[in-house]
């Protein structure tokens, strides 16, 4: 069972968007998204971010 998603190649926009009330990402930007409350993200650096739970699934809507 992948306990991540490859978000790699997803049709994307540049736009910046809120994850968490202290992050601001790039969409184009996530390589990975990893399953849990809220979850986390990993970007192109490899820096892993978590994601708020009021708005993971705005959030996942997004790869929909």
């Known amino acids: ?12 926009c540049a736009l910046p968007i809120c994850i968490h009330p ?7 930007h996530i390589t990975k998204y990893f399953k849990g409350q809220g979850g ?3 970007m192109t650096d490899k820096t892993v971010i978590p994601v ?3 708005k993971k699934e ?3 809507k997004l790869f929909r």
């Open 22 to 28: 202290s992050f601001l990402v790039n969409m184009n």
């Open 58 to 60: 705005a959030f996942l």
């Open 52 to 54: 708020a739970r009021a």
């Open 40 to 42: 986390e993200i990993e």
């Open 1 to 12: 069972h992948t306990r991540y998603i490859s978000v790699t190649g997803v049709p994307t």
